[in-house]
């Protein structure tokens, strides 16, 4: 049933239907389908629209028959929530806000933020890893952020400090290690 609305000056008409290049940005999610993972190939078609507002497009793949959701794959999938508030999730999260902060400032249930977040979190480390294994030479150096150190002169009797922090700082980085990082006390 096509969505309807009403003319400026009429009676109520039928929304266009999506024209295929609005499609550009899918593949057919089914593995066996010979256009699987194939963006732009023009064996996409809506076949009919879901949700109450009848917002949420319903695709169809004209080769192997399959139908599929335009959020399947998505951090839309399985969600309620609007656009809008999923991209705010995402921000605030990634500028750094606690969970319950990002659901008061974005008026949801902190359920919903830690569904979000287990969602993007892992997709995000798979893309920074794919990213990594991208690079065709092996980093020289690394940019730390906010990485302090005490500097200061060694006391008589008292633990002397690393000859290159350096080399330690390269070793904490290579380790992968996420802990604050802090010289090692003597023992």
Known sequence: ?????????GPLQADPPAPADELWAFACPNPECDRFNVFAAGNLSVAERMGKAKHIRRL????CGKRFSERQGSLLEYTKLPEPAVVRIVKCLGHGCSVEATADICEVDPRSVERVLATAGPRAQRFHRLELDKLKAPVEA??????HA???AAKKGGPQPAANPVRRVGAWV?????RPWRWPRAS
Do not use: F, I, W
């Open 150 to 152: 005490r500097v200061a």
């Open 1 to 9: 049933m096509a969505r309807t609305h009403p003319a400026k000056d």
């Open 174 to 178: 290579r380790s992968g290690c996420t």
């Open 60 to 63: 169809y793949c004209n080769r």
């Open 142 to 147: 690394v940019q730390l952020d906010e990485l």
